[in-house]
């Protein structure tokens, strides 16, 4: 007795047809609803670059190098997706798209602009009263139908998004049998690619609207929040429980990819900066960690111990679940930090100079004899002067680790005569320890 997997018949034959042409529908109407989106998007690009960048150029409305900036390749997309159209329009996708790729370069250089773009608008909308009026006119058109500039010019970049959708539908319903499965499998690559870089591009974005708000809270010039390559991770309130007995004082915290920020609020009764902050210290995340000395139950809030090479913090949240975000995004940072900083000595040491021969280290004076010499050679030997303390803005420094003192007296000389506000059954554990 034998069993087929596949099914045999006219039965099993109308089944698979009736998945084909299941597919071939699905395909048609994608294809359908793709041609008509182009088409009115190729309309939309016609009037930017017909009354808005042709007209600019001869009135001289503007500079050239402001115009460049605001509509950056824009004419250059117009001209490729108009060949792109026609293809599309005599159902030939798969080439159309595989020539359309090449010219996906003026799609990256409008990605890159376009919050430049956005920012150099605003600015002549503000100052510049002749383009103002223009931008006015020409935009009460019937044929811009109440589109604003704005809106029009971010149509590059949801039109990327929205190939992206389209082709992977037109792949998925697509026979690999067909040549042109090969084609936009391809094209479905090189417009992620794309996608993604507008996505990497509005978490950058994003990321420094979230610093320069940051430093604008921060009174003062001091304390340096805006730097290549930080990323904003969250703020909150914490309580910090000092190292000598006193009561735990709330404190603003900012945790950024590489540091801790401990910020006071400024005195609410200052005319100008009563809603901002004083930075107090910034503590480096290299070779910090993070423990949880309460709050591992479902106990009302917790304790977070936070151990850095040359200061130690203790902080409080009666909050459980901010207690666990916490913890979380500091290991997470962290742990990030670490890899990152492990690549890059792995780099380091990649590039070292090529071992010489002896008879060129008979030649060569050694490091001893001339010391100012610098080598690329990478120390994995930990030293203290490799150690970065925390930064102050205060007169106040923090306490010292001990590396001497056992966990037991670590934990007795930090908590002696501190005024802990907890739940009791949490306060008997932690005394109890």
Same mark, same amino acid.
């Given at each position: 007795?034998?069993?087929?997997?596949?099914?045999?018949?006219?039965?099993g034959?109308?089944?698979?047809?009736e =998945?084909r042409? %299941?597919? *071939?529908?699905?395909?048609?109407r994608?294809?359908?609803e #793709?041609?008509?989106?182009? @088409? !009115?998007?190729?309309?939309?690009?016609?009037l930017?670059?017909?009354?808005?960048?042709?007209?600019?150029?001869a009135?001289?409305t503007?500079?050239?190098d402001?115009?460049?900036?605001?509509?950056?390749?824009?004419?250059?997309i117009?001209?490729?997706?108009?060949?792109?159209?026609v293809?599309l329009?005599?159902?030939?996708?798969?080439?159309?798209?595989e020539?359309?790729?090449?010219?996906l370069?003026?799609?990256?250089?409008?990605?890159?602009?376009?919050?430049?773009?956005?920012?150099?608008?605003?600015?002549?909308?503000?100052?510049?009263?002749?383009?103002?009026?223009?931008?006015k006119? =020409?935009?009460? %058109?019937? *044929?811009?139908?109440n589109?604003?500039?704005?809106?029009? #010019?971010h149509?590059?970049? @949801? !039109?990327i998004?929205?190939?992206?959708?389209?082709?992977?539908?037109?792949?998925?319903?697509t026979?690999?049998?067909?040549?042109?499965f090969?084609?936009?499998?391809r094209?479905?690559?090189?417009?992620?690619?794309?996608?993604?870089?507008?996505?990497?591009?509005?978490?950058?974005?994003?990321?420094h609207?979230?610093?320069?708000?940051?430093?604008?809270?921060?009174?003062?010039?001091?304390?340096?929040v805006?730097?290549?390559?930080?990323?904003?991770?969250?703020?909150?309130?914490?309580?910090?429980?000092?190292?000598?007995?006193?009561?735990a004082?709330?404190?603003?915290?900012?945790?950024?990819?590489?540091?801790?920020?401990?910020?006071?609020r400024?005195s609410?009764?200052?005319?100008?900066?009563?809603?901002k902050?004083?930075?107090?210290h910034?503590?480096?995340?290299?070779?910090?960690?993070?423990e949880?000395?309460?709050?591992h139950?479902r106990s009302?809030g917790?304790?977070?111990s936070?151990?850095?090479?040359?200061a130690?913090?203790?902080?409080m949240?009666?909050?459980?679940?901010d207690?666990?975000?916490?913890?979380q995004s500091?290991?997470?940072?962290?742990?990030?930090?670490q890899?990152?900083?492990?690549v890059?000595h792995?780099?380091e040491?990649?590039?070292?100079?090529?071992?010489?021969?002896?008879?060129?280290?008979?030649?060569?004076?050694?490091?001893?004899?001339?010391?100012?010499?610098?080598?690329n050679i990478v120390?994995?030997?930990?030293?203290?002067?490799a150690?970065?303390?925390?930064v102050?803005?205060?007169?106040?420094?923090?306490?010292?680790?001990?590396?001497?003192?056992?966990?037991?007296?670590?934990?007795?000389h930090?908590f002696?005569?501190?005024?802990?506000?907890?739940?009791d059954?949490?306060?008997?554990?932690f005394?109890?320890?």
């Open positions: 007795m034998s069993f087929s997997l596949c099914p045999s018949g006219p039965l034959y109308s089944s698979i047809q =998945q042409d %299941r597919w *071939e529908r699905k395909r048609s994608t294809a359908r #793709l041609v008509q989106t182009e @088409q !009115r998007y190729c309309q939309q690009l016609e930017v670059t017909t009354y808005f960048v042709e007209i600019l150029k009135k001289a503007l500079r050239q402001i115009r460049e900036s605001i509509f950056s390749s824009i004419k250059a117009h001209s490729v997706n108009q060949s792109l159209l293809h329009e005599n159902g030939y996708f798969g080439r159309g798209f020539q359309f790729c090449p010219h370069h003026h799609y990256n250089t409008y990605v890159d602009n376009i919050y430049n773009a956005s920012k150099v608008l605003q600015t002549q909308l503000k100052k510049n009263k002749a383009f103002r009026r223009f931008k006119l =020409q935009e009460a %058109r019937s *044929e811009f139908n589109h604003k500039l704005e809106e029009l #010019l149509l590059p970049i @949801q !039109r998004d929205q190939y992206k959708h389209f082709l992977q539908d037109l792949t998925a319903n026979s690999p049998d067909n040549p042109e090969q084609q936009l499998s094209v479905v690559a090189a417009v992620c690619e794309v996608s993604q870089r507008i996505q990497n591009n509005t978490r950058c974005h994003e990321n609207l979230q610093l320069c708000r940051v430093q604008k809270l921060l009174k003062g010039r001091k304390t340096k805006l730097a290549a390559g930080r990323w904003y991770i969250r703020e909150g309130w914490l309580k910090m429980v000092p190292p000598k007995g006193a009561e004082k709330p404190k603003m915290f900012f945790l950024f990819s590489d540091m801790l920020l401990q910020a006071k400024c609410p009764l200052h005319p100008t900066n009563g809603d902050f004083i930075g107090q910034a503590y480096p995340l290299q070779d910090c960690t993070v949880k000395v309460f709050g139950t009302q917790g304790l977070l936070l151990t850095f090479p040359k130690k913090l203790l902080l949240s009666s909050n459980q679940e207690l666990n975000d916490w913890y500091l290991s997470s940072a962290n742990r990030k930090l890899s990152k900083q492990t890059v792995q780099r040491q990649l590039s070292g100079r090529p071992l010489r021969s002896a008879a060129d280290s008979h030649n060569t004076p050694s490091s001893s004899n001339n010391p100012s010499r610098k080598r120390n994995t030997e930990p030293s203290e002067h150690q970065t303390p925390a102050e803005w205060e007169n106040s420094t923090p306490k010292r680790m001990k590396q001497s003192d056992t966990s037991g007296q670590r934990w007795g930090l002696r005569g501190v005024h802990v506000q907890l739940s059954p949490l306060m008997d554990l005394f109890r320890l």
